[in-house]
């Protein structure tokens, strides 16, 4: 049991059907159910995998995202509490992509620090442009956005720093990019909150695959397809 969750194939198969599950089941009274599925299963597939050190901060952050998404599906007025699992998950994921850089010496600190200038530039010009059509949920989603500014600063200095030879460019690359879905995915929710309506099974399926991507980039590689 433990080698089909270490065979890539399997693993991003049933993400596939997982996902295409909830896009199918999402407007039924099934929704609820399916919709942290894919984020339980890459729970247990990182439970079941040969993991790189960090990645005992992973099972944690995908265990409050499944909480997160079962509790955003009970209803608009569910809203507010339920960003709070998504605050810890993605705070928890960003200190795992922390742990992860930690081979770049001290030496690199200032560069890392100018690495987030701009990224904190950037999200507090989205705050600051949303926050006026986002009403009681602008100071939440200021909240988010910082939080959601570390873990691209953290994703991506473990791609521009780290040179740790058992953690190869391409699989850190991919780690970024599933944390660049994670916050598209906030993003674009806030987007379709306050400005204009934004396809839902876009912004899903960007949350699901960039976690499934994420979540990889913690395993140590498998010799399967």
Request: hydrophobic share 55%.
């Amino acid at each position: 049991m433990h080698n089909v969750f270490q065979n890539n194939a399997f693993r991003f198969g049933m993400t596939f059907i997982l996902t295409l599950q909830y896009s199918l089941l999402r407007t039924t009274e099934w929704s609820a159910f399916v919709k942290p599925l894919p984020i339980i299963f890459w729970f247990i597939v990182v439970g079941l995998s040969a993991q790189r050190p960090a990645a005992k901060w992973v099972m944690p952050s995908l265990l409050s995202a499944a909480i997160g998404d079962v509790l955003l599906d009970l209803g608009p007025e569910w809203l507010m509490i339920a960003t709070v699992p998504f605050l810890g998950s993605t705070l928890i994921l960003a200190f795992a992509f922390h742990l992860r850089g930690e081979v770049a010496s001290g030496k690199t600190a200032i560069k890392e620090l100018l690495l987030f200038l701009p990224i904190l530039a950037l999200a507090t010009a989205f705050h600051l442009f949303m926050a006026p059509r986002m009403a009681n949920s602008a100071t939440i989603g200021a909240v988010l956005l910082l939080i959601s500014s570390l873990l691209i600063w953290r994703a991506l200095s473990s791609v521009v720093f780290s040179k740790a030879s058992d953690d190869t460019f391409w699989v850190r690359l991919i780690g970024c990019l599933g944390a660049s879905g994670i916050v598209a995915n906030y993003i674009l929710y806030s987007v379709n909150i306050g400005l204009h309506p934004v396809p839902r099974d876009l912004v899903i399926q960007l949350y699901y695959w960039g976690t499934a991507f994420a979540a990889w980039s913690f395993l140590k590689p498998t010799l399967k397809a």
